[in-house]
């Protein structure tokens, strides 16, 4: 089973941007549909974005034109760009199949300041 290690949280203000990462390491990763998922406090974990083995991608309407998921097939990581951050993108993110099918990583802390 694997189990992802998400990594490139922090605390920044309203409007800034920030670059998460992800490490997947199975050698069925080039054909599997990846996704990022966040869980604010007291909430329960949503669908941010996904990256199917293509490349296509789809976002939730909340971060769309803000944040953009991409892919290193060669290294099995999937990135998400974010920008203009707003207070309610506060979270937990982590990565996983588009399924959640793997094990949950730890995550990593995204805060953003008003």
């Known amino acids: 089973q694997v189990r992802p290690v998400e990594s490139g949280g922090g605390l920044v203000q309203a409007g800034g941007s920030l670059r998460l990462s992800c490490a997947a390491s199975?050698?069925?990763?080039?054909?599997?549909?990846m996704a990022w998922y966040r869980q604010a406090p007291g909430k329960q974990r949503e669908l941010v974005a996904v990256?199917?083995?293509?490349?296509?991608?789809n976002y939730a309407d909340s971060v769309k034109g803000r944040f953009t998921i991409s892919r290193e097939n060669a290294k099995t990581m999937v990135y998400l760009q974010m920008n203009s951050l707003k207070p309610e993108d506060t979270g937990v993110y982590y990565c996983?199949?588009?399924?959640?099918?793997?094990?949950w990583g730890q995550g990593t802390q995204v805060t953003v300041s008003s």
């Open positions: 996983n199949t588009n399924r959640g099918i793997w094990y």
């Open positions: 199975t050698s069925a990763f080039r054909i599997v549909d």
């Open positions: 990256i199917n083995s293509g490349g296509t991608t």
